[in-house]
């Protein structure tokens, strides 16, 4: 059995672009909204992966971080199988990914090149966010 971490960004909508163009703002919350219940109801289809990654090798990533609240936000999923980062986390582990660049390999400089850019894309648009799982894969 291997374990896998997989990082998914909820961000779709529902509208087609010209009808999302006509919304008022207030009314487009109420559609990511919609999307940010629907994992709690079973509806999954909404994310994108993101990264799809080894779990060993996101446990080295997570041990290249100093101590602090980055790595122990990180450490969550070894803890308990999935995180939430959300707009409330953008300049936190933003911070800690720009700073920690010296310490990564090149495969964890790719996952944090991919995460920073989706932080931005966050931070743009509050109510997007990352749900991260650990998945067991039965070989």
Same mark, same amino acid.
């Given at each position: =059995? *291997? *374990?896998?971490?997989?990082? !998914?960004?909820?961000?779709?909508?529902? =509208?087609?672009?010209?009808?999302?163009?006509?919304?008022?703002?207030?009314?487009?919350?109420?559609?990511?909204?919609?999307?940010? &219940?629907?994992?709690?109801?079973?509806?999954? %289809?909404?994310?994108?992966?993101?990264?799809?990654? %080894? !779990? %060993?090798? !996101?446990?080295?990533?997570?041990? @290249?971080?100093?101590?602090?609240? #980055?790595?122990?936000?990180?450490?969550?999923?070894?803890?308990?199988?999935?995180?939430? &980062?959300?707009?409330?986390?953008?300049? /936190?582990?933003?911070?800690?990914?720009?700073?920690?660049?010296?310490?990564? @390999?090149?495969?964890?400089?790719?996952? #944090?090149? *991919?995460?920073?850019? *989706? /932080?931005? @894309?966050?931070?743009?648009?509050?109510? =997007? !966010?990352? =749900?991260?799982?650990?998945?067991?894969?039965?070989?």
């Amino acid at each position: =059995m *291997t *374990t896998q971490v997989i990082f !998914y960004l909820l961000n779709q909508r529902f =509208m087609e672009k010209e009808e999302r163009d006509d919304i008022p703002e207030e009314a487009k919350q109420v559609v990511y909204y919609s999307l940010a &219940i629907g994992h709690h109801v079973g509806i999954v %289809d909404c994310f994108k992966k993101l990264i799809v990654c %080894d !779990y %060993d090798e !996101y446990q080295k990533f997570v041990e @290249s971080f100093p101590e602090g609240e #980055a790595r122990r936000k990180f450490a969550g999923l070894i803890k308990f199988g999935e995180i939430v &980062i959300d707009v409330s986390h953008v300049n /936190l582990l933003a911070k800690a990914l720009d700073d920690n660049k010296g310490n990564f @390999s090149l495969l964890h400089q790719q996952w #944090a090149e *991919t995460l920073l850019d *989706t /932080l931005a @894309s966050i931070q743009r648009e509050p109510v =997007m !966010y990352i =749900m991260v799982k650990r998945r067991d894969n039965k070989e």
